[in-house]
């Protein structure tokens, strides 16, 4: 394996949830030694969840969610409610070029790991901190989770149907994915700046102020024009037929969004009724969006006679973007995925080898990106405490005794 572009990076890693590993994950796969610091005593709450393989008792090791969000880290167990544990923990930091961590606001703080007393341990240090509102402001002190974040950030208010009269979440964990996927870019702008100047940073992340970043055309609206968004379901003021249609199959669906005349015309020689393009309630645009709920169940009577992947080709293969509503079955199956090397294959010590998602990008000079297990729980104590921090054995039993190490 070649050199990947992160190496010689060492981050000390406090983050724990989604977001703040799954970031991580980005630099370790790109070859950064990531030191996540953990504990037995309080471990991350994706090493319990239910997302365990059928078949295997769960445990601290065993949960899918994550084994899914650490690869190739190096992970060791502090006790950071004790002072000798802090101090472990500095001494980690000391050696590193990154800290980072998920905490609410105050955590770190608290446990004088806050940025103001790390840049006196080392003057070059990068803090990256991600919290849900911030770490400066009158709502700091805030936290929750992703769900709590999107209501605040207001994306909430714009998501639902607009006869259903309340504010909607979005499946899934949305925004932990999307700040995880932000977060590696100010990272390592701080490391360039570094690089160049040889001055560190505290990077201020705010979940909430990245979800807003996510929804520009409701800030513009209102910005400009005054109007404040509202749930309008799966339809888009600029495209008519705009929604998903449900195709053969059980809970089989696909998405059509047609953006111009160009594509209404082709829509209605595609599905062989070119009388819809000379009906005047479908003329135009406007006419479409005036009667939608005519013109869905139209097309819903020609999808539900074809499955989903074939009304896709239909029509993209005559210009209408149009794609089937997967699922996680239909996604790992998929050959242009498999194809584009989007999952990989790992070998767990517990779960013995499994696919896994890979990150979505692809470079062409990281040919073989760093795909390694998730550590178990501890794995590598001998390695950061002693081969990295240089404690001999005596000394490590003797944390381990005090519980230090746990």
Known sequence: MGKLPLEGIRVADFTWGLSGPYSMEWLSVMGAEIILIESTLR???????????????????????????????????????????????????????????????????????????????????IVFS??????????????????????????????????????????????????????PFTILSALYHKKKTGKGMFVDYSMCEGVMTMMPEAMMDYTMNGRVAVPQGNRDPRMAPHNIYRCQGDDKWVAIA???????????????????????????????????EELDKLIDAWTRERTAPEVAELLQGVGVPAGPTNNANDLV?????????????ITHPEMGTRWAPALPAGLSAVPNPRYESSPLIGQYNEYVFGELLGLNSSEIGQLIEERVIV
């Open 43 to 125: 471990p991350s709450s994706t090493r319990s969840n239910a997302f365990v393989q059928t078949g295997v008792e769960a445990g601290l090791n065993q949960a899918a969610g994550y084994n899914c969000l650490n690869y190739g880290k190096r992970g060791c167990t502090i006790n950071l409610q004790t002072k000798n544990g802090v101090e472990l923990a500095k001494r980690i930091i000391k050696v590193s070029d990154v800290v980072s961590d998920s905490f609410a606001y105050g955590v770190m703080e608290r446990h004088g790991l806050g940025y103001e007393e790390l840049k006196k341990l080392k003057s070059d240090i």
């Open 258 to 292: 047609v953006e111009n005349e160009e594509q209404w015309n082709a829509l209605c020689r595609v599905t062989g009724n070119d009388e819809w393009a000379e009906e005047e309630r479908f003329a135009d645009l406007y006419g479409r969006q005036r009667n939608l």
């Open 130 to 183: 991600k919290s849900a509102m911030g770490a400066y402001g009158r709502e700091r002190h805030l936290f929750g989770w992703g769900t709590a974040v999107i209501s605040y950030a207001g994306l909430a208010s714009t998501t639902g149907y607009e006869d259903d009269g309340m504010p909607q979440m979005m499946g899934g964990t949305w925004p932990d994915y999307t700040i995880g996927t932000y977060s």
């Open 333 to 345: 199956m998929d050959q242009h995925l498999k194809a584009r090397g989007q999952f990989v294959e």
